[in-house]
């Protein structure tokens, strides 16, 4: 019982601490975010398992940890406004080739993170010729270029 509900805890600690950091950290991984993410990662192996290095735990722990994302699914499939507290809603960053400086810093996002977006996806240059940039849910840019 004790190695379900450390991963019950662990998994709740992850989801808010992912939760603050934004989705910005979805948009970007840096070497630092790399290293930073295998830091958690051992951190969350040890919390988990703690001194139970058996098959059994980590199986017990791998179960727990799909059951409780799958609970979350069902939550957010079922519950109004549970999947937009959790995953947060799409946030328009550019508008009719303008840009939305507010929600853009509180999204953490740069002009240039747009721009490389624009590029990417869309192979616009220019800021004008965006009609819309969009902060979506899982951290990606979509861009919607003018007609």
Same mark, same amino acid.
Do not use: C, W
């Given at each position: +019982?004790? +190695?379900?509900?450390?991963? =019950?805890?662990?998994?709740?600690?992850?989801? $808010? =601490?992912?939760?603050i950091a934004?989705?910005? &950290?979805?948009?970007?991984?840096? %070497?630092?975010?790399?290293?930073? $993410?295998?830091?958690?990662?051992?951190?969350?192996?040890?919390?988990?398992?703690? %001194?139970?290095?058996? =098959?059994? #735990?980590?199986?017990?722990?791998?179960?727990?940890? @799909?059951?409780?994302?799958?609970?979350? #699914?069902? /939550?957010?499939?079922?519950?109004?406004?549970?999947? !937009?507290? *959790?995953?947060? %809603?799409?946030? *328009?960053?550019? !508008?009719?080739?303008?840009?939305?400086r507010e929600?853009?810093? +509180? &999204?953490?996002?740069? !002009?240039?993170?747009?721009m490389v977006? &624009?590029?990417?996806?869309?192979? $616009?240059? &220019?800021? %004008?010729?965006?009609?819309?940039? *969009?902060?979506?849910?899982? #951290?990606? /840019?979509? @861009? *919607?270029?003018?007609?």
């Amino acid at each position: +019982m004790d +190695m379900i509900l450390r991963a =019950v805890v662990i998994y709740l600690v992850l989801v $808010l =601490v992912f939760k603050i950091a934004g989705r910005r &950290a979805l948009l970007q991984m840096t %070497s630092f975010d790399l290293i930073l $993410l295998l830091i958690i990662s051992e951190a969350t192996q040890q919390a988990l398992l703690g %001194s139970d290095f058996s =098959v059994t #735990g980590s199986v017990l722990s791998i179960v727990t940890l @799909i059951v409780m994302d799958m609970l979350f #699914g069902k /939550i957010k499939k079922y519950l109004p406004g549970a999947e !937009e507290m *959790i995953d947060g %809603s799409p946030v *328009i960053l550019v !508008e009719h080739g303008v840009l939305m400086r507010e929600k853009m810093r +509180m &999204a953490d996002i740069s !002009e240039d993170d747009i721009m490389v977006s &624009a590029r990417n996806n869309q192979g $616009l240059t &220019a800021l %004008s010729q965006i009609k819309f940039a *969009i902060l979506e849910s899982n #951290g990606h /840019i979509s @861009i *919607i270029a003018q007609q």
